[in-house]
């Protein structure tokens, strides 16, 4: 399967504990994008990462929040001490090109906080 | 000013109309424009793209784009229930995406 690969698909954490979000992108894809989607809502930009560097993160969250795309490896996304309000769909996308467009995603994290 | 923005509907046709869904963006450099698919529960897919000026027709969907005016729009036509879904539109060199129309196709 050369498309975005996602894990996992389900993640259940309790307040207070480490989420961890794992994105490979498409294969030839150097570019990965973060999103995160509440239930009824658009798509809410987070981070653009190439590998081994931050390029935008305007959409992210200023405390707890943190991504990474190693040089080896899937790029992370991290949540620490989650919160009720971090459950949300989270979906990771790849390009080609710095065009940012057309970006190929993959099926979502569902990040349940209890 | 959103960088693209889209009416969040819902927008609802009956079985068989036509569908149009419409799209503006701000800055006039962008060059190309793309919509997304998503059901609920689902990821965004890709289903069109367009470039030029004009009418760009894939089976059922026709995307149009007037560069002069900044709005890009997707037609289906023969609306199908299966249509159902929020479509998204976006930018070449962004990747901030439209909020989206929710759009229900009744049978």
């Known amino acids: 399967n050369a498309g975005v690969m996602q894990n996992p698909r389900h993640l259940v954490r309790r307040r207070g504990q480490e989420a961890r979000l794992r994105c490979s992108p498409m294969k030839g894809h150097s570019h990965v994008y973060w999103y995160r989607q509440l239930p009824e809502e658009g798509l809410k930009f987070m981070v653009y990462?190439?590998?081994?560097?931050?390029?935008?993160e305007s959409g992210m969250p200023k405390e707890r929040f943190s991504a990474e795309f190693p040089k080896e490896g899937p790029s992370i996304l991290r949540i620490q001490q989650v919160v009720r309000g971090d459950s949300a769909a989270y979906f990771c996308a790849s390009s080609a090109n710095r065009d940012a467009q057309p970006q190929h995603f993959g099926d979502g994290t569902r990040l349940s906080i209890l | 000013q959103k960088e693209v923005e889209q009416n969040s509907g819902p927008l609802s046709v009956p079985e068989g109309a036509i569908a149009s869904l419409n799209c503006t963006y701000s800055d006039r450099g962008s060059q190309s424009f793309f919509w997304y698919r998503q059901y609920s529960g689902k990821s965004p897919e890709l289903i069109m793209f367009i470039y030029s000026n004009g009418d760009k027709e894939d089976g059922r969907f026709t995307a149009q784009l007037n560069k002069a005016s900044q709005y890009v729009s997707l037609l289906i036509r023969d609306s199908q229930p299966s249509d159902s879904a929020t479509y998204l539109c976006a930018v070449s060199d962004k990747f901030y995406f439209g909020s989206g129309t929710k759009l229900n196709v009744k049978p």
């Open positions: 990462l190439q590998k081994e560097n931050i390029i935008d």
